[in-house]
Each structure stands twice: as C-alpha cells, then as structure tokens.
C-alpha cells in the first residue's frame, strides 16, 4: 500500500524509512541500518549508533585508522619505555660501588 505521508529511505525510495543515520540525518529503511555498538562511556545505555551504509563505512575505515595510530603509539611507548628502563639500570649500576681489586 502506497503511504505518501511516510518517510521514504534515502538509498530506496519504495521502501518505508524506520531509522535516521545519526551523522547525516538521512532517513534510512531496514535494509540499509547499520548499527555500532557504542563504546564510549557516555554512551552506556544506548543499544548503539544507527548509520546508513556510506557512513558506516567511512567510521568503520576511520576507526581502523585510529586503530593504527594506537598501536604505533604503543610500540613507541614500548620500545621508549624499555630504552630508559635500560638506561636507568646502567646510571644504576654505573653508581654503584665498585669492589676493590686484588692485586
Ligand atoms: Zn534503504
Ligand atoms: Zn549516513
């Protein structure tokens, strides 16, 4: 049944819109909900965000991209990290007292 008063879905226009993508605030049916469960804090609560399919893609692409970063980040940190780790150790040792020698 043709219902004109009813929002059509942005991506299929003969299909009844249920849901809005939350970055573009198209109007998107079934078929085209794609939802990310939400992971910050702020956002406990919620079952997650609703995005049509061009903007789940482009977060998702988004979201391995920061995913990259993090993990360089943590490398570097790591690898920072276990350099001073090793330098303080050598100050350490370098300040100890040393034995005396036999002759
Ligand atoms: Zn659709
Ligand atoms: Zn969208």
């Not at 929002?7 to 998107?28: G, M, Q, T």
């Not at 909900?33 to 977060?59: D, E, L, M, Q, W």
């Not at 150790?89 to 002759?103: A, K, Q």
Request: proline share 6%.
């Amino acid at each position: 049944m043709y219902a004109p008063e009813q929002d059509r879905c942005f991506y299929h226009p003969n299909s009844v819109a249920v849901e809005k993508c939350e970055r573009w605030n198209k109007l998107i049916c079934l078929k085209c909900k794609r939802t990310r469960k939400a992971v910050h804090s702020y956002s406990v609560g919620t079952s997650g965000y609703i995005f049509c399919p061009a903007c789940y893609r482009s977060i998702d692409k988004r979201s391995r991209k920061l995913r990259i970063i993090a993990y360089v980040l943590i490398v570097v940190i790591g690898v920072g990290g276990t350099f001073l780790i090793i330098w303080l150790m050598t100050m350490v040792s370098s300040n100890m007292p040393t034995l005396p020698e036999y002759p």
